[in-house]
């Protein structure tokens, strides 16, 4: 595949923020989950689906893969 058609493999802002906040959220309510602590797991759960919405949200805002506020770094 050229670098013209690779479609960039979630290498942006978008993805790699969507991607942290969500397995953030998702280790925090697993160790809440396993302590038996109800509302923080699910403010947890909620952080984690959040984290998920985020991706399409900033690549809307064009922080996603050839949006217009994100630079690809060289490679070479």
């Known amino acids: 595949m050229?670098?013209?058609n690779d479609p960039g493999h979630g290498h942006s802002p978008a993805a790699w923020i969507a991607v942290s906040v969500s397995i953030a959220g998702l280790a925090a309510a697993t160790?809440?989950?396993?302590?038996g602590v109800w509302t923080?797991?699910?403010?947890?759960?909620?952080?984690f689906v959040g984290?998920?919405?985020?991706?399409?949200?900033?690549?809307a805002m064009g922080y996603g893969v050839r949006g217009p506020k994100w630079q690809p770094k060289d490679t070479h």
């Open 31 to 35: 160790v809440f989950f396993f302590l």
């Open 51 to 59: 984290g998920l919405l985020l991706g399409p949200l900033l690549a």
């Open 2 to 4: 050229t670098p013209e």
């Open 40 to 47: 923080p797991f699910w403010v947890s759960m909620a952080v």
